[in-house]
């Protein structure tokens, strides 16, 4: 018999102890922006210090919700939340402090200089795949800039965020309410979109656009991180082996359910059957399993994504792909195994609409320039990558590829380096996480402008007019 290891989805709060959530939020964050910079940074130091001493509980509820190998858990939720508190808390100060502001030579008697003011209350609305890293990453640079934060976790993921809550909540060094978790399915996202004073959106197309749409409605900012169709591109004088084994972690990662995860696969005719074949002595060395201990991949997090990805599979055989693989193991834990699609084309939606799971389909190209050309078709634009031995080549390409981040000779490791913007184009989203920009979006820019001296002397734009005072500052114009 087998044993169902899927936890159910969340029910809802209220929406009544939901607005008791984000009252608190906005109580806690009047509170948090008065301490200064370098006791957040201290403060969020000493947090994020505890967590991670209780680093295993951590890893058995993320591993409890989404059956991802505990190995998965450590390296790619909590080792890369550390780069971003070790990246955030260290530049914070560059980033964050007063800004002096470049004035023409006529002004240079005034100050000017941009601040940079906590938002209030920022709305943070996540998807499944990756419980921690999502919403604790983007909370950190949140409260870091002075805000309380309301996480909205997917209903079939919340327990991690709540025991992140309880968690901040035991050690007692941060305002009580600076960082709320609200429990609950979409009808609670759109709450949380009310209540906040910035939106941070994670999540599919679909959705972006409506919380983006409720946003907009509401004139709140809204920061959208969507879904993506990495192309690889691997041209005939790339190494091989690295590009097959960066294609096998790159597409069955996290079991496939990545945003910059690899989504489909071009490669030169030349080297096409030879790098089918060092994939597949790949993929036959993946270990598969729920136990989490000594497994490569586990089960899918979310129940329909399984009939999704089958049915991209069944359209991909009728239209002529060979599917090797992405059997159904066991259809109660969400098990699948990895797919390879062989012989993939356009006219497949496996290679045109985000799949979010274990599915490698690979096309062969007369050249990887017609594979950018195709890739820049679609509708997405978050991530992809070039693989060749003339890295000079590849940097030169990089310009006509229609993402908002490219690898070369790489994937995925990006959003470790919390120095680089992380974030789409198209339909892949709005703004970006992590960099300067990432941090400072959760403030408003305040321009300050203070004149110093002479004291008592009116300024000669100012009334009365007179043919003498127009004269006189056209003359100072041409001068600047
Ligand atoms: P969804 O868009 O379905 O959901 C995202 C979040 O929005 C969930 O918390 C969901 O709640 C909530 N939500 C649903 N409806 C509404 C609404 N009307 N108003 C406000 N909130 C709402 O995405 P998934 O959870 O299925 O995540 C997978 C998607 O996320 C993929 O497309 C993936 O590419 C993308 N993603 C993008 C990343 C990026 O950084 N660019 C990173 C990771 C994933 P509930 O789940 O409870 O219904």
Redo the contacts with the bound molecule.
């Keep these: 018999m087998t044993v169902k290891t899927v936890p159910a ?1 969340a029910s809802n709060m209220t929406l009544g102890e939901i607005a008791a959530r984000a009252a608190n939020a906005r109580q806690a964050a009047a509170s948090w922006r008065r301490y200064s910079l370098s006791e957040r940074v201290e403060l969020l130091r000493a947090v994020w210090q505890e967590l991670t001493s209780r680093k295993k509980e951590l890893c058995a509820v993320v591993h409890a919700e989404t059956g991802k190998p505990l190995a998965e858990v450590e390296m790619m939720e909590l080792a890369t939340a550390h780069l971003i508190v070790r990246y955030f808390t260290s530049n914070a100060h560059r980033i964050l402090q007063d800004q002096p502001a470049w004035r023409p030579w006529p002004l240079l008697n005034k100050r000017a200089y941009v601040r940079y003011v906590p938002r209030g209350v920022v709305g943070l ?6 419980p921690f890293l ?1 919403p604790f990453g983007d909370a950190l640079a949140a409260m870091l800039a002075g805000n309380a934060v309301l996480v ?5 993921t919340s327990r991690t965020a709540q025991w992140v809550e309880d968690a901040i909540r035991a050690c007692g060094l941060l305002p009580e309410g600076l960082f709320s978790v609200v429990v ?3 009808q ?3 709450q ?2 009310a209540e906040s004073d910035m939106v941070l ?8 656009r ?2 983006a749409q ?1 946003a907009a409605a509401q004139l709140k900012p809204c920061v959208l ?4 169709k990495h192309p690889m591109i691997v041209f005939k004088d790339a190494e091989l082996s690295r590009a097959a084994k960066a294609a096998v972690w790159g597409s069955f990662a996290n079991c496939g359910q ?2 910059v995860g690899v989504e489909r696969v071009y490669v030169e005719s030349e080297v096409h059957d030879r790098f089918v074949e060092l994939v597949r002595r790949e993929m036959s060395g993946l270990r598969q399993g729920l136990g989490g201990q000594d497994v490569d991949l586990g089960r899918l997090i ?1 129940p329909p994504q399984l009939a999704r990805i089958k049915e991209q599979l069944e359209d991909a055989a009728a239209k002529g792909g060979r599917v090797i693989g992405g059997e159904v193991l066991d259809e109660a834990n969400l098990m699948m195994s990895p797919a390879l699609v062989l012989g993939a084309s356009h006219d497949m939606k496996v290679m045109t609409e ?1 799949t ?1 799971g274990p599915v490698m389909p690979i096309m062969k190209v007369d050249r990887g320039e017609e594979a950018i050309r195709l890739s820049n078709g679609g509708s997405y634009g ?1 991530s992809a990558s070039l693989w060749t031995a003339d890295t000079a080549r590849a940097e030169r390409l990089c310009a006509s590829v229609e993402a908002g981040m490219v690898c070369v000779n790489d994937l995925l490791t990006h959003y470790a380096v919390c120095s680089l913007p ?3 184009i198209k339909h ?2 709005l703004g970006r ?1 992590h960099s300067d920009e990432g941090l400072r979006m959760f403030c408003w820019p305040q321009s300050v402008f203070i004149h110093e001296w002479p004291a008592r002397a009116p300024e000669p734009w100012w009334f009365p007019y007179d043919r003498a005072k127009t004269r006189l500052v056209s003359w100072i114009m041409k001068l600047t």
């Design positions: 989805a609305i996540t998807p499944w795949n990756l999502i909205k976790p997917s209903e079939w609950g399915d979409g609670a996202g759109a949380v979109v959106f994670t999540g599919s197309f679909a959705t972006g409506a919380v409720s991180e969507l879904g993506g990545l945003c979310f985000e979010f978050l992380f974030g789409g892949s989203g996480r």
